[in-house]
């Protein structure tokens, strides 16, 4: 079991840039395949980023298109921390952001798909002002 709380969220102008976090609950954490995903009015959530992990220890990151060059995520296993920092964002990059995860026992390596994670945190809000 693992809980997610995101925090960072905020308004900011277009060009500008933002920092979230995602603190996770329990002393596995580099044991989880880690996502964020946004969710705009309107529109179905999406996939943004993630840090893909096999039980071999490796780890991939992905990016959606629409993110890539802009977004970096990133983890720092000490503080059981999921970051996504984010820079030149866009008015479309608004959303409600959410961090997912889900232990690498049972990932199938489908980072992109919002099936693949269990736990969900409670979002954060991100709003980019034209």
């Known amino acids: 079991q693992v809980e997610l709380v995101e925090s960072g969220g905020a308004m900011v102008q277009a060009g500008g840039s933002l920092r979230l976090s995602c603190a996770a609950s329990?002393?596995?954490?580099?044991?989880?395949?880690m996502g964020w995903f946004r969710q705009a009015p309107g529109k179905e959530r999406e996939f943004v980023a993630a840090?893909?992990?096999?039980?071999?220890?490796?780890?991939?990151?992905y990016y959606a298109d629409s993110v890539k060059g802009r977004f970096t995520c990133s983890t720092d296993n000490a503080k059981n921390t999921l970051y996504l920092e984010m820079n030149s964002l866009k008015p479309e990059d608004t959303a409600v952001y959410y961090c997912a995860a889900r232990s690498i026992t049972h990932y199938s390596g489908n980072y992109y798909a919002i099936s693949e994670y269990d736990y969900w945190g409670q979002g954060t809000q991100v709003t980019v002002s034209s």
């Open positions: 329990g002393r596995t954490f580099s044991r989880y395949a």
């Open positions: 840090i893909s992990r096999s039980i071999w220890s490796s780890s991939s990151t």
